[in-house]
């Protein structure tokens, strides 16, 4: 007599189907394009704008290219907006009326001091932004431009006016308001570079910020500033 196969029961199961692939969960149009943006300010902060494809931002986020350019259609785009994101969340409209209001009361020192603080607490608060305009800077990159023209004039042009209106009424020495700017924001986005960007800041030795926005506040004067004996007479006046 035959002998009886044993029946198991994985062979009278199916195999087993695979597991599903892992897929991000549905969100909200807006906040998934706030999703995608916070990911390719990291991606590119980390590794570039030649290193970072579409591809790769995609699925750093969990979605495919499909679902990223249905938020954004082009490269562009998504430059622009990451620009609109920064200027929202920084406030920079509200900030360029705390200036103007400054400027028209003449106050100097708290309008240089408003500068100083804004570039260096954006610098503070949102390194992978700065990282990332840094990496555009030095690729020649799109990025770069487009900040420049939406940030960076708007902000030369005021205060270049600025210095002009001051020289005029003998309150600043003259130079070339430009060189003026350069002093003022590069000697600001410089320290704000090193200490957030490059890390030297976390040594011990390193000032507390605020006395070192102080500080710089009293060199920028120190530098702009006529002469006492100069003070209060307007450009031309003779001696």
Known sequence: ??????????????????????RAA????????????????????????????????????????????????????LYHAILDAKEAASG??????????????RDDRALFRSIARQLISSFR??????????YASLEGH?????????????MGDFLGRYVAKRQKEGAFRECEPAA???????????YAMTRYIFGFGAKKATPR???MLDQMVE???????????QRGKPKGTKK
């Open 92 to 105: 920079t409209e509200q900030w360029f009326q705390e200036m103007e209001a400054l400027a028209e009361r």
């Open 219 to 229: 060199l920028i004067l120190g530098g702009l500033e006529s002469r006492p004996s």
């Open 209 to 211: 910020e605020d006395v």
């Open 26 to 77: 549905r969100m909200p149009g807006e906040d998934r394009r706030r999703q995608l943006l916070g990911v390719a300010v990291e991606s590119f902060a980390r590794n570039g704008f030649s290193g970072t494809k579409t591809r790769d931002i995609a699925a750093a986020a969990g979605v495919s290219e499909a679902i990223l350019f249905r938020h954004f259609a082009s490269k562009e785009d």
């Open 1 to 22: 007599m035959e002998a009886t196969r044993p029946r198991t029961q994985d062979a009278a199961k199916p195999a087993a189907a695979a597991a599903p692939a892992v």
């Open 180 to 190: 003026a700017v350069l002093f003022v924001m590069g000697a600001t986005i410089h």
């Open 125 to 134: 608060d949102d390194v992978a932004f700065h990282r990332l305009l840094l």
């Open 142 to 154: 799109l990025l770069a431009d487009l900040f420049y023209e939406r940030f960076g004039l708007p």
